[in-house]
């Protein structure tokens, strides 16, 4: 399993709470996990029931079986002074330089600067080890940007290296990229089972793989549950022999006969055309399926749950990530 997990996914897939998910599952059994926030949104802080993050790792929860997940949200300006103390031991004259709106500028006009400082600190945090010689934390998660911006979020590092040649710059850029380019790393992507997000999950793994960077596996989101089984579907295409078993079906049950006005036949018609939706939905969703199958990569399903998105839903979808083998 890689120690950098990415998750991605265009907007309204649920990409963050997968994430957080993940982070819980791989930090069961004793591991520490570190969950990153790159777009200052504080979503894991919401999903975690928890204030906003500061720009510090924070723990937010206790895993099963003992295991730790870390929360880190970056702040690109705050990164920004690391970075200038940590190669040019700036100091106070850093904080000046806060000040005086210089950091605000850098990250928001520089190109490519501001995901460096992203990508950087997430990828620190991938090799720092303690006292020991052992890693910090056994994984980092990081809830990346929406699929189409991710390929150059992630390969953002390459422009800057070919800018700068030489010097603390280019050398962040590479060792940055050694990371994200190597069996370290794992992009994953999220999705649910319709057209539009399927088609961006198709497009944005054909970007990743022509910038060489390392694919993870593709997981469907908020999947609803089966209504009918095969054989009853195919009663609903058939159409005239699914409304008298229907019909016959309903009357057994004690709901009227099947004479005109009865109660069987004043259900049949409404049922007959949730069932027709249903039948129209389930295709869809199978042809979808057949697009991610077709794209090489791992599949795996996470449910919708009926109770909404809440912390202890969170805890429900890291055990089955584990039970699809996650961790």
Do not use: W
């Not at 850098?106 to 080890?129: H, I, N, Q, W, Y």
């Not at 710059?169 to 380019?181: C, E, S, T, Y």
């Amino acid at each position: 399993m890689s120690r950098l997990q990415v998750v991605s996914g265009k907007g309204g897939t649920g990409k963050t709470t997968v994430a957080a998910a993940l982070a819980l599952a791989l930090a069961t059994e004793g591991r520490r996990t570190l969950l990153v926030e790159v777009e200052g949104r504080q979503g894991i802080a919401q999903l975690f029931e928890t204030e906003a993050l500061p720009y510090e790792e924070r723990k937010i929860a206790v895993a099963p079986g003992g295991g730790e997940v870390y929360a880190l949200a970056i702040d690109p300006e705050l990164a920004l002074l690391d970075y200038l103390q940590m190669f040019y031991k700036l100091g106070s004259a850093g904080r000046a330089l806060k000040k005086l709106g210089a950091i605000d500028f850098a990250t928001t006009v520089a190109p490519g600067l501001r995901d460096v400082l992203l990508t950087g600190k997430a990828c620190e945090a991938v090799r720092r080890k303690d006292k020991r010689g052992r890693f910090a934390y056994d994984y980092v998660i990081m809830d990346a940007p929406p699929t189409g911006r991710v390929t150059r979020f992630l390969n953002v590092n390459d422009e800057v290296a070919g800018l700068a040649r030489i010097g603390p710059i280019h050398n962040q850029a590479q060792a940055v990229m050694r990371v994200l380019k190597s069996s370290e790393t794992a992009v994953h992507m999220v999705t649910l089972l319709e057209e539009m997000p399927v088609q961006e999950t198709a497009d944005g793994i054909g970007e990743l793989r022509a910038a060489r960077l390392p694919t993870g596996r593709v997981i469907v989101n908020m999947v609803r549950p089966a209504l009918l089984e095969e054989a009853s579907l195919a009663l609903v295409r058939d159409g005239a022999p699914a409304r008298t078993a229907l019909a016959r079906s309903l009357s057994a049950a004690g709901l009227g006969g099947a004479r005109r006005g009865g109660g069987a036949e004043r259900l049949v018609s409404p049922l007959l055309g949730q069932a027709a939706e249903y039948a129209e939905r389930h295709a869809l969703e199978c042809d979808q399926r057949a697009v991610l199958a077709g794209l090489g990569l791992p599949l795996h399903e996470l449910p919708l749950l009926a109770e909404g998105m809440d912390l202890a839903g969170l805890f429900q979808l890291a055990a089955l990530l584990r039970e699809q083998g996650f961790a």
